[in-house]
């Protein structure tokens, strides 16, 4: 339940059908080494779990004298309302936290190019390059191990590329599933990720990592995220309302069109909707101009005079046909964008 949990941060709750059965996880994320034993704390209907506990009970005893007595004196003690028991599962919770045999110094590594990256010559940089370091932390050597036998376009293009620490790539070769190598107790080994990708966007890679060729068993994984800035529009308004008019009467509204990451000048062009009517008929009551014009100037984001432009831009409704509607005005670049 996502209310009893905003209201209850540590506890959780589910609400069942009668005879529903649903399936249930508990993840393990230790922060020290440690060993954790207890018993899960369960409620139904309000009722705790108690281990160990018997069954609850009550009585009420009457005692009177003799029978046949001239006088007797009758007690009775009224039982007090006994919250009722039930058996309530309990689980009994086990957990250890060991020392990891394998650590990485990272397990997400992010890349963000600025847009004139595609302008810059291709040699390995402190924005296209980062350094992965991976240390043996156990007493035994081990085989450590990159799986990249998924197919993975960004992988296979070379969008990223696993580099030697002299900046040679790794080469695989035959049925090999990926990167291996072998690390000694307390060493290290450093591997360079370089990412460098052929058009704007955003670039995701989740990675397995192995340890002594356990291919089946990934150890954990390793993340990449890259982004390389793209042209952008956008309206300081999310969205118009033309205030209702007479017939063949005008109305209009003013609104700021907002750009970044241009490298070179640009325009924009405008298509407004098309508004069905009756027999088949189309209108066309909006019109959208530019009173400064179309014209994108360059502004790129990674400088600090490529500050966002602002372009007024004016749409204007008259109709002569009665006519409702609410539609998308779409606006391109020279580029389609």
């Known amino acids: 339940d996502t209310n009893f949990h905003l ?29 954790y034993d207890f018993v899960l704390p369960l409620t139904i209907n309000q009722l705790n779990s108690r281990p160990g506990s018997t069954p609850c009970s009550s009585s009420s005893c009457r005692k009177s004298s003799k029978p046949g007595s001239v006088s007797s004196t009758v007690h009775i003690i009224h039982p007090k309302p006994v919250q009722p028991c039930v058996d309530i599962p309990c689980r009994h919770v086990i957990a250890t936290a060991l020392r990891q045999p394998l650590k990485l110094s990272a ?5 963000l190019l600025p847009l004139n990256f595609l302008a810059m010559p291709n040699t390995l940089s402190a924005e296209t390059t980062k350094t992965l370091v991976i ?23 070379g969008t990223f590329k696993f580099l030697h620490e002299r900046g ?5 070769q035959g049925e090999t599933r990926g990167i291996e190598g072998q690390i000694g107790p307390g060493q290290s080994k450093i591997i360079l990720i370089n990412f460098s990708p052929d058009s704007p966007g955003r670039y995701e890679v989740k990675i397995p ?6 291919w089946a068993k990934p150890f954990q994984f390793l ?10 529009v956008w ?3 999310p969205r118009i309302e033309l205030i209702p008019v007479p017939l063949s009467t005008e109305t209009y509204m003013d609104f700021l069109v907002c750009g970044n990451n241009y490298r070179k000048k640009n325009s924009l062009t405008v298509t407004c909707p098309e508004i069905p009517w009756d027999d088949n008929i189309t209108i066309s009551p909006l019109t959208v101009t530019f009173p400064q014009g179309s014209e994108i100037k360059p502004c790129d984001g990674s400088k600090p005079e490529g500050e966002p432009w602002e372009m007024p831009c004016r749409v204007t409704f008259i109709s002569s046909k009665p006519v409702s509607f609410c539609q998308s005005i779409v606006f391109f670049d020279q580029e389609g964008q």
């Open 7 to 35: 209201l209850n941060p540590d506890m959780y709750s589910v609400t069942l059908d009668p005879l529903e059965t649903i399936d249930g996880e508990m993840t393990f994320t230790p922060t020290q080494v440690a060993a």
């Open 209 to 214: 990592v192995v340890i002594n060729s356990n």
């Open 223 to 232: 993340e990449l995220f890259g982004q390389l800035e793209s042209p952008k």
């Open 235 to 237: 309206f300081n308004l």
């Open 168 to 172: 040679i790539p790794f080469i695989t």
């Open 107 to 111: 397990t997400w590594v992010e890349f």
């Open 135 to 157: 240390t043996n932390k156990g007493h035994e050597k081990m085989t450590w191990g990159l799986d990249l036998s998924q197919p993975n376009k960004h992988l296979d293009n």
